[in-house]
C-alpha cells in the first residue's frame, strides 16, 4: 500500500481516539527548508495555549538553537493536529518533530508517518518501559514520551470522617464499596467518574477493566464482566449517580467539587483545581480487585520524527528531541504541563519538590498505555466497543454479561 493510501486510511482510526485539549490554532506552517545543521526546523504541539512568551516555547527555540537551527513552532488542538499530520504527510510536507497524544502514534507509526528510534538514533534507555510502550509497534518504537498523567481517587476528608472512614483501609474493591456504603448512610455521595461514551469513559472504565485482571483482546471474560458489575452496582445501589453517563471529566470534576461527593476519579491535571474547592482532599491509588494499585491508563505525549525526504534532517532533530525530552528540561517541562516524568531520575526530583506527587508517581509507575500489548491501531475500535457495552449496562439496557458479549463479537469483527 502507498504512503498516500496508509495516510487517508488511519483517519477514521484517529477520530476515535482524538482527546481533548484547549481551542485551536488553525495558523499553517511552512515546508521544512534548509538541510541538518541549519536552517528551519518545524515543530507541531498540541499546546496552543502557550504563546511565544510561554516558558514552553522558549524552551522549544532554546533547543533549536542548541541544535543549530532555527525553529518555528505551530501549536494546534489534539483533533486538528493530528488531522494536519496527515494531511502533511501525504503531501510530503510533514513537520521535523511532532508532538502527538500516544494512542495516535501506532496509527501515524503504521500509516508510515513516523520514523524509529532506530532511524533518529534518539536515546530511550531511561525511560520507563511501561510508557515507552504506547509509541510501540510491531518491536519498533516511534519517538519518546514527554511526560505522562493518568487516574486516582480524589477524597474530600471532612466527608469521609463524617462516614467514619478511613481512606488508608480502601486497599481494593470490597474495601472501597464498604467505604461507599457508609458515605450513602451517612447521607452523603460516593462516587463520581466519566461513563460517557467516547475515549474518555474508556479512559476511566480501563483501571477496573485492568484492575480485575482483564484484557482488551477479549472484552466478556469473566474478569471483564466483574468490572462492569462493579460499576452497575454503584449506580443501582446509590453510590454512584446516574449523572455518570453523560459526565466528561471535567463534568464529573465539578460534581466533586461541590463538596458532596466523598470520592472522584480523576487525574493529574486536576490538582490545581483540587487546591481550590476550599475544602481539605488526599489522594490515593485506583485499587485492583484483588489489592495492589490497578493498572490505569497512561496519558501525555510522545515526541516524534516525521518521516522526511531528506534524511540528513534527521541528526539536527535527534538534538532538539534529546534537549526536550532531557532530564535538565524534564523538570521543568512536566512541571508546566502536569505530567509525571518519563524517567525515574526525574520523578524523584519532582516528589522531592512536591510530597503531592508521590501518589501519582505510584499510579504512573503501575500504568499502561491503551496501545499497548501491541494492540496499535486495534485499540481504538475495541475501544468504542468497550463504551458502547458499558453504556448499555449503566442505563439498564443490557445486563453486563450481554452487553459485553455483544462488544466482544463486534470487536473481533472489527479487528481482523
Do not use: H
Not at 504541539?45 to 522549544?60: I, R
Not at 507509526?109 to 509509541?135: C, F, Y
Not at 483501609?169 to 455521595?189: C, H, P
Amino acid at each position: 500500500m502507498t504512503l498516500s493510501r496508509r495516510v487517508w486510511g488511519a483517519v477514521a482510526a484517529l477520530s476515535l481516539v482524538a482527546g481533548v485539549t484547549a481551542c485551536s490554532n488553525d495558523s499553517s506552517s511552512d515546508s521544512a527548508s534548509g538541510s541538518s545543521g541549519g536552517g528551519t526546523y518545524n515543530i507541531w504541539d498540541p499546546y496552543p495555549q502557550f504563546d511565544d512568551s510561554s516558558d514552553w516555547v522558549k524552551l522549544l527555540q532554546k533547543c533549536g538553537t542548541d541544535a543549530g537551527a532555527t525553529v518555528k513552532r505551530t501549536g494546534y488542538d489534539t483533533t486538528d493536529l493530528t488531522n494536519k499530520a496527515l494531511l502533511a504527510a501525504q503531501q510530503g510536507n510533514s513537520p521535523d518533530v511532532l508532538i502527538i497524544d500516544n494512542p495516535v502514534v501506532s496509527t501515524l507509526a503504521e500509516a508510515g508517518v513516523l520514523t524509529t528510534t532506530d532511524d533518529t538514533k534518539i536515546d530511550t534507555s531511561a525511560v520507563e518501559p511501561n510508557l515507552l510502550a504506547a509509541g510501540q509497534l510491531d518491536g519498533k518504537t516511534y519517538g519518546i514520551p514527554i511526560g505522562a498523567n493518568t487516574l486516582a481517587l480524589y477524597y474530600n476528608k471532612k466527608v469521609l470522617d463524617a462516614a467514619k472512614v478511613d481512606p488508608a483501609t480502601v486497599k481494593d474493591w470490597t474495601t472501597l464499596t464498604a467505604a461507599l456504603q457508609k458515605v450513602k448512610a451517612a447521607g452523603k455521595k460516593g462516587i463520581t467518574f466519566s461513563a460517557i461514551g467516547t475515549e474518555e469513559g474508556s479512559f476511566q472504565f480501563l483501571p477496573w477493566f485492568w484492575g480485575s485482571g482483564a484484557n482488551l483482546t477479549q472484552l466478556d471474560s469473566a474478569q471483564a464482566v466483574a468490572s462492569l458489575t462493579l460499576w452497575t452496582d454503584w449506580l443501582k445501589k446509590g453510590y454512584a449517580p446516574n449523572s455518570v453517563l453523560n459526565n466528561t471529566q471535567t463534568t464529573s470534576w465539578q460534581e466533586f467539587a461541590s463538596g458532596n461527593f466523598a470520592f472522584s476519579e480523576n487525574g493529574t491535571w486536576q490538582l490545581a483545581n483540587a487546591k481550590k474547592t476550599g475544602f481539605e482532599y488526599g489522594i490515593i491509588p485506583i485499587p485492583s480487585q484483588a489489592g495492589g494499585t490497578a493498572p490505569a491508563p497512561t496519558g501525555g505525549e510522545f515526541v516524534t520524527a516525521p518521516v522526511q525526504k531528506d534524511t540528513g534532517r534527521y541528526a539536527t532533530s535527534e538534538k532538539i528531541i534529546q534537549c526536550l525530552t532531557s532530564e535538565e528540561n524534564a523538570l521543568t517541562t512536566d512541571t508546566t504541563l502536569s505530567y509525571v516524568a518519563a524517567t525515574k531520575a526525574v520523578q524523584e526530583k519532582q516528589v522531592a519538590a512536591n510530597p503531592e506527587l508521590k501518589v501519582w508517581v505510584e499510579a504512573v509507575g503501575a500504568a499502561k498505555g491503551r496501545t499497548s500489548d501491541n494492540l496499535g491501531t486495534k485499540y481504538p475500535k475495541i475501544s468504542e466497543q468497550m463504551w458502547t457495552a458499558f453504556q448499555a449496562a449503566l442505563s439498564g439496557s443490557k445486563s453486563p454479561q450481554d452487553a459485553l458479549t455483544a462488544a466482544q463479537s463486534a470487536a473481533a469483527a472489527a479487528t481482523k
